[in-house]
């Protein structure tokens, strides 16, 4: 069983930039692959970035490669999320999530077993 604990979220002006952490708790983060999803206001829960357990590999939505990098920091238990050059269509709650073996298709929410309670993010025009 593992816990997962978002922070970093916030109110940021479009082009800004943030980095939102999620910590794990239960057992170390080197045991999962992790990923980031985010649901805007009145959407379906999407995709936004992974990166693998084993050899430290990394996916990314079209959405937001280019402006965002996930990364982990194994010795602080810790995924970070990286957000740059900011669009007011980024604006969501954004989720940590974990799993021991990433799913065929990364994107997909169910492959996932362990999820955090999400941090806000909000991007003004």
């Known amino acids: 069983q593992v816990q997962l604990v978002e922070s970093g979220g916030g109110l940021v002006q479009a082009g800004g930039s943030l980095r939102l952490s999620c910590a794990t708790s239960g057992r170390t983060s080197s045991s999962y692959s992790m990923a980031w999803f985010r649901q805007g206001p009145g959407k379906e829960r999407e995709f936004v970035a992974a990166?693998?357990?084993?050899?430290?590999?990394?996916w990314l939505s079209d959405s937001v490669k280019g402006r965002f990098t996930i990364s982990r920091d194994n010795a602080k238990n810790t995924v970070y999320l990286q957000l740059n050059s900011l669009k007011p269509e980024d604006t969501a709650v954004y989720f940590c999530?974990?799993?021991?073996?990433?799913?065929?298709?990364?994107?997909?929410?169910?492959?996932?077993?362990?999820w955090g309670q999400g941090t806000q993010v909000t991007v003004s025009s």
């Open positions: 990166i693998r357990r084993t050899d430290g590999n990394t």
């Open positions: 999530a974990a799993t021991g073996v990433l799913p065929p298709r990364v994107g997909e929410s169910s492959g996932y077993l362990y």
